[in-house]
């Protein structure tokens, strides 16, 4: 928990410096300009769409009507809302993480070496297919949200997965190498996720919600450096100690 907090801090006191509110706010903008789009144009027609689906049709047969329009409304209203996020994500993740990713490692952590692939195609594909993967899944999970509980819960554990995914693999792309990064994602797995977990909570703030791409852009790229940094100083040591060992026996 206290990489999370460490990683959260930093990135609110990155938000400090002028240069990367532009970047903050770009993502968030063009989200908000389709979440209106889609509340004045299609949550009408989705929720009419969704009520004629089962299980809610299920509902309306046994008399429910009320719970079956009202599954709908909720599910449509998440469905805007995760279409808003997903643009927002993939704006945040494919363009502005980069330029993020360079300002951060050279003000923050000058001493990290570029030991990774500085890709931005393999970048783009990652993003592209955790969100192909987070629709199948926020898809085929849909029916359970009118389960008591799981309709709060499948959400965020599903935006927490696609934003730990997606950001948690960019902010370390360029600097770990292939061997780092599944060491790094064996020894910090529980933790990537639980900082998804508190942004994914952060995003179902109506529109303040649409900032919590490029924020978790900056939360991933600090928690992250900074477990590459002290993993490769805990290697350091291990060397120095073991050429100390060499030399006392010889």
């Not at 997606?166 to 020894?187: C, G, I, K, N, S």
Request: glycine share 8%; hydrophobic share 60%; proline share 4%.
């Amino acid at each position: 928990m206290t990489e999370i907090v460490l990683s959260l801090g930093r990135s609110l006191r990155t938000l400090g410096r002028g240069r990367v509110w532009l970047l903050f706010f770009g993502p968030a903008l063009v989200a908000l300009v389709v979440w209106i789009g889609l509340m004045t144009f299609a949550l009408e027609g989705l929720i009419g769409i969704l009520v004629e689906q089962p299980p809610l049709t299920w509902l309306a047969s046994w008399g429910a009507a009320w719970l079956a329009k009202l599954g709908a409304v909720l599910a449509g209203w998440l469905l805007v809302l995760a279409a808003a996020f997903v643009t927002a994500m993939l704006l945040a993740a494919i363009f502005v993480m980069p330029l993020l990713l360079d300002h951060v490692a050279l003000a923050d952590y000058p001493e990290l070496a570029r030991a990774g692939k500085d890709s931005l195609l393999a970048g783009a594909w990652n993003s592209i297919a955790a969100v192909l993967l987070y629709a199948v899944g926020w898809l085929l999970t849909l029916p359970l949200w009118l389960l008591p509980g799981l309709g709060l819960l499948l959400p965020i554990l599903w935006m927490a997965w696609l934003t730990r995914r997606t950001f948690a693999y960019d902010a370390l792309t360029v600097h770990a190498t292939d061997q780092e990064w599944r060491v790094l994602r064996r020894q910090h797995g529980l933790p990537l996720l639980l900082l998804g977990v508190v942004l994914a909570l952060l995003a179902h703030i109506p529109v303040l919600g649409l900032l919590t791409p490029t924020l978790a852009a900056l939360a991933y790229t600090h928690f992250c450096l900074e477990a590459l940094r002290r993993l490769r100083q805990g290697a350091l040591v291990t060397v120095i100690d073991e050429q100390a060992v060499l030399e006392k026996v010889k």
